[in-house]
């Protein structure tokens, strides 16, 4: 399938319903069930510093306080979010430990890692989405283009001599970038981090050159000049940079790719328990503390039930593996 072809595919493919999808749905609700009756860890699969985190703890902090029961925040990097997965899949089912499922864990790590200890189709529940945040390419200032355009024609002169940092194998940014590298042919060496704040200490000090991540954590840095936008990933431009080319009207129809975050539990958890957990994520995105800070960052929220969250991982889960296939992305 050649790049043309694949794009097409990821366009039609992002707009489908996947009623078929694989995951352990909710089973008829059975007696109600006392939740939550200690505090809540709510795992995030990496390091601090970077949109995942910043989505966790924003939802957490609103849980807690409509819960009467403490949500707090566990970062647990490490395997490409394998490490923490593991660890939720194994955890008690009971709605007291939650983890943060992203593009990387739930679409790509199946396609990209041979062995998992886990299936994330089988030993997890959807609950609900949380929010869509936009992919931000960006360079460091002392890269000798001004412009997107320039930049794909820099590296292809360049061939192997940039380099590139993400928040770790399989993160949002990671797949992005190889995203891009597929689609405009350029050849840019992958630098993975223990999480976003790692990587843009070296983006920031010119140690790597390019990078792709969410506005919450790349925005002030755009603001003040220590980065330079070159493009986004959406489909349309955003209104934090209205003046940043979207990668589709590059030349690249129907290139699209975002990061995405939602709430998983262990397979076994209790339907009322999942239902209850999703009612409160919706009510946590709808207070002004989140929507204030998600409009910020030109995040888009979720919060829908949890066989929505299942379809759309089943349709990302598609659209994934042919990009994993074409691109061969593989764990560095």
Do not use: C
Request: charged share 15%.
């Amino acid at each position: 399938m050649d790049v043309t072809n694949l794009l097409k595919r990821r366009a039609l493919l992002a707009g489908a319903t996947a009623s078929g999808a694989g995951f352990l749905l909710p089973a008829t609700l059975r007696a109600q069930t006392q939740w939550p009756t200690r505090p809540v860890r709510f795992l995030v699969p990496f390091a601090p510093g970077g949109t995942s985190e910043i989505v966790a703890r924003s939802v957490a902090a609103e849980l807690s306080k409509q819960l009467g029961q403490n949500v707090y925040v566990e970062n647990k990097p490490g395997g490409a979010g394998t490490v923490a997965m593991q660890e939720a899949a194994h955890a008690a089912p009971d709605g007291h430990t939650i983890i943060l499922g992203h593009v990387g864990t739930l679409a790509v790590n199946p396609y990209m890692l041979s062995n998992q200890p886990y299936d994330v189709n089988r030993d997890f529940i959807p609950v609900t989405l949380l929010a869509k945040v936009p992919n931000v390419f960006v360079i460091h200032p002392d890269v000798p283009a001004k412009s997107f355009k320039e930049f794909v024609a820099y590296v292809k002169a360049n061939p192997g001599k940039l380099n590139y940092g993400s928040a770790g194998n399989a993160s949002a940014g990671h797949l992005a970038m190889e995203y891009l590298k597929l689609v405009t042919g350029m050849f840019i060496t992958h630098i993975p981090y223990r999480g976003t704040g790692p990587q843009l200490i070296d983006l920031l000090a010119g140690r790597t050159q390019a990078s792709s991540a969410g506005m919450p954590a790349l925005g002030g840095y755009i603001r003040a000049g220590k980065l330079r936008a070159i493009a986004v990933g959406t489909q349309q431009r955003i209104p934090a940079m209205p003046d940043v080319p979207t990668v589709a009207e590059m030349g690249y129809k129907d290139f699209e790719t975002s990061q995405w975050y939602g709430i998983l539990v262990p397979a076994g958890t209790p339907a009322d328990v999942v239902k209850k957990l999703q009612e409160e994520s919706l009510k946590a995105l709808k207070s002004s503390s989140v929507t204030e800070r998600f409009a910020s960052d030109n995040a888009v929220t979720g919060g829908g039930p949890s066989s929505e969250f299942a379809a759309f991982i089943a349709s990302e889960q598609k659209i994934w593996k042919e990009i994993v296939k074409q691109a061969r992305i593989k764990p560095d």
